[in-house]
T-cell receptor, first 113, second 115 residues
Framework: AQSVTQLDSQVPVFEEAPVELRCNYS??????LFWYVQYPNQGLQLLLK??????LVKGINGFEAEFNKSQTSFHLRKPSVHISDTAEYFC???????????FGAGTRLTVKP | DAGVIQSPRHEVTEMGQEVTLRCKPI?????LFWYRQTMMRGLELLIY????????DSGMPEDRFSAKMPNASFSTLKIQPSEPRDSAVYFC?????????????FGPGTRLLVL
């Protein structure tokens, strides 16, 4: 079965600084990878997803992620964060043997002024 | 276009009472998922349906939990009897089609507190 590990439970960063949220996955077959964001007291929203093709995926709000098959990683990056990016970020994986999605434990990003 | 609708948004009940959470998926979506989110356990998949049929309920914690999807536009998650450890935020999500690469769209959640 596939699984996801988010290596950092909390990431504090100053406004306008770059940020990287790390995600590693395990699966024995080809995977599809997703990043979701959860703002306080809201449901999850899709930031971006990787299905195939270019390994660099661009999403909403200036975020991007790079799929690295050899390192089984899908790290999320933003070159300059805003206060409004403060939220919890979830990495998720699905594959053709499991018709559902497995979520990581989440990374809480806190952007400080 | 309305997103996934969940009701109630907040529920406070006493231990032993029956709790029913409701979800209306996005029109035209074929798959529906119920998740539970807690600080201790994170986001857990409880059960999901494809075309109104339960496919995987291995995440349902115990027999006190049950879920139904009588038609394509409505699903319920019931807890009977409720216990304090059931306190959590319960999310419903829907997906167009049944393919694993499709995006899941989440509702705002129901915050349940069992006293």
């Amino acid at each position: 079965a596939q699984s996801v590990t988010q290596l950092d439970s909390q990431v504090p960063v100053f406004e306008e600084a770059p940020v990287e949220l790390r995600c590693n996955y395990s699966s024995s077959v080809s995977v599809y990878l997703f990043w979701y964001v959860q703002y306080p007291n809201q449901g999850l929203q899709l930031l971006l997803k990787y299905l195939s093709g270019s390994t660099l995926v661009k999403g909403i709000n200036g975020f991007e992620a790079e799929f690295n098959k050899s390192q089984t990683s899908f790290h999320l990056r933003k070159p300059s964060v805003h206060i409004s990016d403060t939220a919890e970020y979830f990495c998720a994986v699905s594959d053709r043997y499991n018709n559902d999605m497995r979520f990581g434990a989440g990374t809480r990003l806190t952007v400080k002024p | 276009d309305a997103g996934v609708i969940q009701s109630p948004r907040h529920e406070v009940t006493e231990m032993g009472q029956e709790v029913t959470l409701r979800c209306k998926p996005i029109s035209g979506h074929n798959s529906l998922f119920w998740y539970r989110q807690t600080m201790m356990r994170g986001l857990e998949l409880l059960i999901y349906f494809n075309n109104n049929v339960p496919i995987d309920d291995s995440g349902m914690p115990e027999d006190r939990f049950s879920a139904k999807m009588p038609n394509a536009s409505f699903s319920t998650l019931k807890i009977q009897p409720s216990e304090p450890r059931d306190s959590a935020v319960y999310f419903c999500a829907s997906r167009y089609g049944t393919a694993y690469q499709e995006t899941q769209y989440f509702g705002p959640g129901t915050r349940l507190l069992v006293l």
